[in-house]
C-alpha cells in the first residue's frame, strides 16, 4: 500500500495520484525528496558548525591554560622561560622580568630555567600564631650544589606579620629553589631574571 503525502490516504502501490487528493504521487515525492535534502543541507551545515565552534573553543582553551601554566605554574614546579628577543637585546636597558610566582603551605622544591644574566629570588612567609619558633628557608641549588639561601624566622615574641629574604646571584640556567616551611600559614616565592 502506498500512503499519499500530502492527506495520508491509502492508496494502491502502483497509483499515479491519490484517490483521495488528486495529488499526484512523483510531484509530491520529489516535493518531500527537495525538502529532505533541504534539511539534509542544513543538517550537515549544522554538524559542520558545532565542529567548528568546538575546534575554535578547544584552541582557545588550549591557550589560555598555556597562559594560566606560566602564571600559576604547575605541579612539577617547572617553568620555562618565553624569551623575547627585542628586550633581550636591548642591552642599554636591562630589568628584571618575573617568570613565576609559587605559592604554599609545607615543604617543597621548585625547578626553574633562565636565560638572563642574573637570577631573583623573593621569599616571604607569613607564621601561624602559635607561640613556636616558626621559619621559612629557602635555599637555591644548580646541579645539586648550593649557590646561596635565605631565612625568616619567628618565634614566641615575634608579631605574626610576614617577613620577605631576597637571594640575588650572577648566572642563568636550570636551578632548584628547596622550600623549608615550618609553621607557616603560607609562604610566596617569586622568581626573576634579569636582562
Known amino acids: 500500500m502506498k500512503f499519499c503525502p500530502n492527506c495520508k490516504y491509502e492508496n494502491e502501490d502502483d497509483a499515479s495520484f491519490c484517490k483521495n487528493c488528486g495529488k499526484k504521487f512523483t510531484t509530491l515525492n520529489k516535493k518531500i525528496k527537495n525538502k529532505n535534502k533541504k534539511e539534509d543541507i542544513l543538517f550537515i551545515i549544522g554538524i559542520i558548525t558545532i565542529i567548528i565552534i568546538?575546534?575554535?573553543g578547544t584552541y582557545a582553551y588550549i591557550n589560555w591554560k598555556e597562559q594560566k601554566t606560566i602564571e600559576t605554574p604547575n605541579e612539577d614546579k617547572t617553568i620555562t622561560t618565553i624569551e623575547n628577543?627585542?628586550?633581550k637585546n636591548n642591552t642599554n636597558n636591562p630589568t628584571?622580568?618575573?617568570i613565576g610566582?609559587?605559592?604554599g603551605i609545607e615543604n617543597d622544591i621548585i625547578s626553574f630555567n633562565t636565560q638572563g644574566n642574573k637570577v631573583k629570588?623573593?621569599?616571604?612567609?607569613?607564621?601561624?600564631k602559635n607561640y613556636a619558633d616558626n621559619y621559612l628557608k629557602s635555599t637555591l641549588q644548580q646541579h645539586g650544589i648550593t649557590l646561596d639561601e635565605s631565612q625568616s624566622t619567628w618565634n614566641s615574641n615575634?608579631?605574626?606579620?610576614s617577613k620577605t629574604q631576597t637571594i640575588e646571584i650572577s648566572g642563568n640556567g636550570n636551578f632548584e629553589i628547596l622550600i623549608g616551611a615550618y609553621e607557616l600559614q603560607w609562604w610566596?616565592?617569586?622568581i626573576y631574571q634579569y636582562y
Not at 121 to 128: A, C, F, L
Open 54 to 56: 568546538a575546534i575554535a
Open 85 to 87: 628577543n627585542t628586550t
Open 96 to 98: 628584571w622580568h618575573k
Open 101 to 103: 610566582t609559587y605559592t
Open 121 to 128: 629570588i623573593v621569599s616571604t612567609g607569613m607564621p601561624m
Open 158 to 161: 615575634s608579631a605574626v606579620k
Open 188 to 190: 610566596k616565592i617569586e
